[in-house]
């Protein structure tokens, strides 16, 4: 080898220890990035199938001769929902299915503890709206409708305008308010269209103007 060759070869050695090692960790990096990204999303959709399948499940507890859910299996389902899926929102429906369950069975307890949960930390918006209207329900139910009036308060999302305002003209009623239970209904009222405003709704409202008369 001549010293020309000596000469580039020791320039490239330098270079090399210099920048190779720098350039195959940035390749390197990059391969784990693309490819832990990937990882990522075939566990998240395993993870997606799995909450499904156990929220299938748990629906399919209804299937019985008389459609009521066998309470220990549903118990179990749920408990691996939020074992494995807590805070998805697989798991805060199964709580939302397990609020109903206890409902039914005169739990009320048990359904304001499960509809609290997923207030505290809704998965989404939709959700938490969802969970605080049923707990309302619950607390009704059990003569707290002053408190059940307060978890209404605020603004909600235009979706759920209508159910909230009829449930706060319903709370109100229950509570010897007819002037704001009207206002309540009305607002409910203003936010359906007119077909689907004629009914549940139309027929509280009647009931209140026959009240006045």
Do not use: C
């Not at 549940?200 to 009931?207: N, S, V």
């Amino acid at each position: 080898m001549s010293s020309t060759e000596d000469e580039q070869l020791a320039d490239f050695k330098e270079w090399w220890s210099r920048n190779g090692k720098p350039l195959v960790t940035g390749g390197l990096l990059a391969l784990v990035i693309v490819f832990g990204w990937q990882a990522f999303q075939k566990y998240q959709s395993n993870q997606s199938q799995g909450a499904s399948m156990l929220y299938q499940q748990l629906l399919e507890t209804t299937l019985t001769p008389d459609g009521k859910p066998d309470a220990a299996r549903v118990s179990d389902l749920a408990g691996k929902l939020n074992s494995e899926f807590g805070g998805s929102a697989y798991a805060q429906y199964g709580s939302l299915f397990v609020a109903k369950v206890a409902v039914d069975s005169g739990k009320l307890d048990d359904a304001a503890t499960e509809l609290k949960a997923i207030i505290a930390k809704p998965a989404n918006p939709a959700l938490g709206e969802i969970a605080r209207q049923r707990l309302a329900q619950v607390l009704a139910a059990q003569d707290k409708a002053d408190e059940a009036l307060k978890l209404l308060e605020g603004d909600a999302d235009k979706a759920f305008l209508a159910t909230r305002e009829e449930l706060k003209g319903d709370l109100l009623v229950q509570l010897g308010r007819p002037d704001e239970a009207h206002a309540a209904y009305q607002k409910a009222k203003a936010a359906l269209s007119d077909e689907a405003a004629v009914g549940g709704l139309q027929i509280k409202l009647d009931d209140l103007a026959k009240g006045d008369a």
